[in-house]
């Protein structure tokens, strides 16, 4: 049997016999011999890949986990087969490149980093499916998991450039590592978002500030929609209008963001809405006015009862009611106030355990504003609007029966149709 060096003079005896010049017989022989190398390289790599591919598809069909099939998606067989005829490959080339000692040095100094760059893809792609399958899982699928192989994969891209470095250059690694530390400045400007976000990203998950899914409205940046994707340096959050907007990580601890887990997770979503009341149209009622709006039925007992209390407390102080502002009344304004109250209690689409209340705010120079606060069981955004929009259409419409006005800003029709014009 004949070594692969024999072979190689023999190929090399041969073209002298044949009447081939020294020096074109060894560049001829090394490059048949190059391109047969090439070959069976190439012929070995695919069956080998087939090979492999083959038997990782047929094991992910027969096991019950998700993990090897992500691990054929990520081409984890694929780029593990090439690892076999890169090794055979510098093992062989020496062979090849036998009577070129600089080129055999050059040769096998760019398989080495060949091979360094193919161990970072068979990590990558290991990487990758450890991803895809944790964020299959329900207590990591939300995390910024993104980020961590990111900061990973560029610590360990920065591990094998400084190695291919030190191969091409002959330089040994630590004495490389010593050169760069004086340039530790501008290594830190050029990575700076790249640090800013990793810091950002350790703590937006410990501090549990964002996860994947959420729903948050980032008005620096005119964000407002769900988080799809966190990772090293940038959030992006699906818009509800479908856009996409890209945040920096970083931004998410630097500025401020809203973030609606709460509610959603909560039982209830807030209506928190005002109607503006004309000053003007506020007045105490008098007895027959009572009379009247005893008949709406939400309110009736409370009327009733009122006015005994009243009565009676005017009756025992001597209170002079000949004229309306003395002692204690009822307005037109406070009945409205516990109408809606009511009205809201006896609502089937509002949390009845969680605050319901109707509040008179400060005076403004519009009128005086009547808050709803409440909240709403369906915290669905269309059906959530429908509640809200229900709620205040009965309202809206209830306000004259109390001789109540809302303020609104003229219109033009209205100065058409005033006595001056």
Known sequence: MYSFNQISNLLYDYLVDIGVSDIYAKYLNTLILLLLLAVALYIFDYLLRKLLITVFERFAKSSKTSFDNFLVRNKVPRNIA?????????????????????????????????????????????????????????NLKDKP?????????????????????????NIELWKFLTGLGTASAVI?????????????????????????????????????????????????????????????TYALISDSFKNWRGMINSPGRRIKRALIIKQESIKFLEDKELQKLKKISLITNYIVSRQENIAAHNKENNIDKTILINGRNLTNIGLFRKYADTYLKNHSAINKDMTIMVRQLAPTPQGIPLEVYAFSSDKRWGNYEYIMSDIFDHLLAAISYFELELFELPSSTNFKNSPES
């Open 188 to 248: 830190l400007l050029i990575f700076k978002d790249t640090i800013l976000g990793f810091v950002a990203s350790i703590q937006v998950s410990i501090n549990d500030m964002v996860r994947i899914g959420d729903w948050i409205s980032f008005d620096n940046y005119g964000a407002d929609g769900d988080v799809v994707e966190i990772n090293l340096a940038t959030v992006k959050v699906q818009n509800f209008d479908n856009t996409i907007t890209t945040i920096p």
């Open 145 to 169: 998991i993104d980020s961590y192989i990111q900061v990973f994969m560029i610590f360990l891209w920065s591990i094998g450039i400084l190695l291919a470095i030190s191969i091409l250059t």
């Open 82 to 138: 090439h690892i076999v005829p890169i090794v055979i490959a510098y093992n062989t080339l020496p062979f090849v490149f036998n009577d070129f000692e600089k080129a055999q040095v050059f040769v096998l100094k760019g398989v080495e980093v060949f091979g360094i760059i193919l161990t970072l893809w068979v990590i990558r792609s290991l990487l990758n499916t450890v991803k895809d399958f944790f964020k299959t899982l329900p």
